[in-house]
């Protein structure tokens, strides 16, 4: 049986056996809906509303659900076995908690019995997706945007920047802007989101931004009622590169990026900034990728960010679940040469074994 590789994110959760050149079987939300005790539907009114997040701005924050969250996707969804568990990857987000890693592996042995046991960093998988071992990743997830220059498979954690932003903050300044320019209608967040997903987009520049007077576009809500979509879906794209808009006093993405790149070794600069790989579900806004490499063009750094293409072979939406695919490569390595965590390793030395085992 193959090994099984998650991604858990805060808005979507990726999980499937290693195959790398398909995309995980499973794709579901992350965010659950608390039930009652007895599992009865009749009365909901209740618990309709009520809703808990695994997973917050990367990390994993409510154990509990997580654990029902993985027992749903490792036993429904992929048909494990009690009692005879296989291996299993997971990805780590930049700069997890060593508590938080130790707390997983406690729970990958003790609760769900797993045979074997692995986890890196997201950055490196995201490379490794497209078949490079050094490079710089930039990804906007929906809870925040990590940028880490990997050198040889090492994230290079002191030049790495973690920003508390991303496509909720996105979802959230469309809502008011809509709200300015639909003063009548009440939006549900839930729906600014599917709106965001389908209009959201990048203007060519920043000029190009400033003057535009793009034709207004009409959406039916659920419930019947029509919005107007206009200038507000570029505002969202325009916000990752003048985040002045969010109201933050912080330099655009590319400038980020290039900063970050800075700090580490000179003779490394070309190598990173020439290897860019963008990942996480923002990124697939249309029209994101261009700005973000003429942006890249007109940058003060002697060597220019240059964006790695995904191979053709590779899923379509590869943006969207390239830490998963990465893993999925890395697992074909790790656990037939037995360089990940046992349960023996696990019992000699306790949970903190995973800072020695999986880097």
Request: charged residues 25%; aromatic residues 6%; hydrophobic residues 40%.
């Amino acid at each position: 049986m193959e090994a099984v590789v998650v991604d858990a994110g805060s808005k979507l959760l990726k999980a499937g056996f290693a195959i790398p050149d398909q995309e995980p079987t499973m794709i579901i939300p992350t965010q659950m809906k608390r039930m009652p005790e007895d599992g009865s539907p009749s009365d909901t009114s209740m618990t309709e509303d009520i809703t808990v997040d695994p997973v917050v701005r990367g990390f994993i924050k409510d154990w509990d659900a997580m654990e029902d969250l993985l027992h749903h996707i490792l036993y429904t969804g992929l048909g494990w076995e009690i009692g005879n568990e296989g291996q299993i990857l997971f990805t780590d987000p930049l700069l997890t908690p060593k508590a938080v890693r130790e707390r997983l592996v406690q729970l990958m042995f003790e609760t769900f019995n797993v045979s074997g046991f692995y986890a890196t960093e997201q950055a490196v998988l995201s490379l490794y997706a497209v078949g490079r071992i050094s490079g710089c990743t930039v990804d906007i997830g929906h809870g925040k945007i990590d940028i880490a220059p990997v050198i040889e498979g090492a994230v290079q954690h002191i030049a790495s920047k973690r920003l508390e932003i991303g496509g909720v903050e996105l979802t959230n300044l469309l809502s008011q802007e809509l709200g300015k320019s639909n003063p009548r209608i009440r939006l549900d967040i839930s729906e600014v989101e599917k709106i965001k997903e389908k209009y959201a987009c990048c203007a060519e520049d920043d000029l190009a931004y400033e003057k535009m007077s793009c034709q207004e576009e009409t959406h039916t809500l659920p419930d019947g009622q029509v919005i107007t979509i206009g200038k507000e879906r570029y505002t969202v794209g325009e916000a990752l590169f003048q985040p002045a808009i969010l109201g933050l006093e912080a330099h655009g993405i590319v400038e980020q990026l290039v900063r970050s790149i800075s700090t580490v070794s000179s003779e490394n600069h070309r190598q990173l900034l020439e290897n860019t790989v963008l990942c996480g579900g923002t990124v697939s806004m249309d029209g994101f990728e261009d700005r973000f490499q003429k942006e890249a063009n007109l940058c003060s750094s002697a060597v220019r960010p240059s964006l790695v293409k995904a191979p053709e072979y590779m899923p379509e939406n590869l943006t969207m679940c390239s830490a998963w695919v990465g893993g999925a490569i890395l697992a074909k390595v790790v656990f037939p040469q037995n360089q990940h965590m046992t349960k023996a390793d696990y019992d000699e030395t306790g949970p903190s074994i995973v800072h020695r085992k999986c880097f």
